[in-house]
């Protein structure tokens, strides 16, 4: 079974969504906090987690080096026991960050391993993580199909490689569409993270196609009219 979870980091959203789709847990970044507005980071990351409380909440640090992501990481998972620190598979030089992995895998830090795109990122963090301490392995299989590559062999793989890793779940990131959710059940990921506006398709009561063709007209139509367009 796919377990669904949140990407934002708006409060009514998260519960909105929480409440009414029973959610399994929340994901954000500082990108989508930069662009809530968000001022004070921790602040509001102890904001979602009085929301979130049981559900597991990945927060992303945004360092760069070694030794300060590890710094981050180390602060981020003091603040609750079902945080999951999100760091990226590689930092800004393309550098695979196997020392951060490493360290904080072996330090019983939750881990979110994130931003990874290739069969050699997936065999790189296999090389340095245990089979006992919990990670999510985020793989961004939205921006991987903008490339003009479909995702769902890499999705596959992935499950194959660590399937002896009870420890490990692995998570389709970057949802574009509503299909994204389906993919994800076929390849059996453990895990998809979607935002707010998605959830709320993919649990609405489904058209046959038929008639939403004949609703997608009528939407025309009334729009046109409305307009009072003249030829």
Not at 110 to 120: D, G, M, P, S
Not at 165 to 193: G, P
Request: glycine content about 2%; charged content about 30%; proline content about 3%.
């Amino acid at each position: 079974m796919t377990k669904l979870y949140c990407d934002t980091s708006n409060l009514k959203d998260i519960q909105n969504c929480l409440r009414k789709f029973k959610i399994d847990g929340v994901t954000t970044n500082p990108s989508i906090m930069r662009n809530e507005g968000v001022k004070n980071y921790k602040e509001h990351c102890k904001k979602i987690l009085n929301l979130t409380k049981n559900k597991p909440l990945s927060v992303e640090v945004f360092a760069d080096k070694d030794n300060e992501i590890i710094n981050q990481a180390l602060i981020i998972s003091k603040w609750s026991k079902f945080i999951y620190v999100k760091v990226p598979v590689i930092n800004t030089k393309g550098k695979f960050l196997k020392k951060v992995i490493r360290n904080l895998n072996n330090s019983n830090i939750k881990l979110n391993i994130t931003a990874i795109f290739t069969l050699r990122q997936l065999l790189n963090i296999r090389k340095v993580i245990n089979k006992k301490t919990p990670v999510i392995i985020s793989i961004f299989c939205g921006r991987i199909a903008d490339s003009g590559i479909d995702p769902e062999p890499i999705m596959k793989n992935a499950k194959k490689l660590f399937k002896k890793y009870s420890n490990v779940k692995i998570l389709w990131a970057s949802v574009r569409e509503v299909y994204n959710f389906y993919q994800a059940k076929r390849c059996k990921c453990d895990i998809i993270t979607i935002p707010p506006s998605f959830i709320k398709k993919i649990k609405s009561k489904k058209h046959n196609l038929e008639n939403y063709s004949k609703i997608t007209v009528k939407q025309f139509f009334d729009d046109g009219k409305k307009s009072n367009f003249k030829l």
